[in-house]
């Protein structure tokens, strides 16, 4: 059974940083690109990062482009998002999302984990 | 960037009754298509890859059609649990992968 389990959210200063990460089991995960998707309170699904199975490739939404960093360790099978110059539009709930093997389509989620940006 | 219009925004429907989702790109996507279901304080939860193949399972009364710009998501007979919020999502060209708006699906 495929289990994506997020932590390292909170509550942080506009202007602060955070690191969430993503423990992955019951699945290689060194076989598949893997996803961030945030939601705002009560707004809908927004793509964040994306990276592929090596890490050799990432891919970022302008809204985060320079300000987060997507990695992975594959010998931890481990999932991280590094957030930066966090701003109060970033409050949100954080999912990893596993790929599928062939084109990166999304599949499997995680339960999420709520980020707040406030003073 | 490729937009993905979804319509409606929401409906009303009871069960047993026929529900259909349209999801249309601002260019076109080939099948590369998915459709997600979340319901309140859940995480998505994937019902077809590839426009219009079901995710395993996800039970047979959920579709999905369409290629190119125009896709359809069809509950055939709404049952109780199936009121939640749906998505779509293009996944053709990326960055960055982008969803529809959601249809939110409630009990009439």
């Known amino acids: 059974e495929v289990q994506l389990v997020e932590s390292g959210g909170g509550l942080v200063q506009p202007g602060g940083s955070l690191r969430l990460s993503c423990s992955a089991s019951g699945f290689t995960f060194s076989s598949y690109a893997m996803h961030w998707v945030r939601q705002a309170p009560g707004k809908g699904l927004e793509y964040v990062s994306a990276?592929?199975?090596?890490?050799?490739?990432?891919y970022y939404a302008d809204s985060v482009k320079g300000r987060f960093t997507i990695s992975r360790d594959n010998s931890k099978n481990t999932l991280y998002l590094q957030m930066s110059s966090l701003r109060a539009e970033d409050t949100a709930v954080y999912y990893c999302v596993k790929g599928d093997s062939s084109s990166w389509c999304p599949d499997y989620w995680g339960q999420g984990t709520l980020v707040t940006v406030s003073s | 960037d490729i937009q993905m219009t979804q319509s409606p925004s929401s409906l009303s429907a009871s069960v047993g009754d026929r529900v259909t989702i349209t999801c249309r790109a601002s260019q076109g996507i080939r099948n590369d298509l998915g459709w997600y279901q979340q319901k309140p304080g859940k995480a998505p939860k994937r019902l077809i890859y590839?426009?219009?193949s079901l995710q395993s399972g996800v039970p047979s009364r959920f579709s999905g059609s369409g290629s190119g710009t125009e896709f359809t998501l069809t509950i055939s007979s709404l049952q109780p649990e199936d009121f939640a919020t749906y998505y779509c999502?293009?996944?053709?060209?990326?960055?960055?992968?982008?969803f529809g708006q959601g249809t939110k699906v409630e009990i009439k």
């Open positions: 990276i592929s199975s090596n890490g050799g490739s990432t």
């Open positions: 999502l293009q996944h053709n060209s990326y960055p960055p992968w982008t």
């Open positions: 590839a426009a219009s």
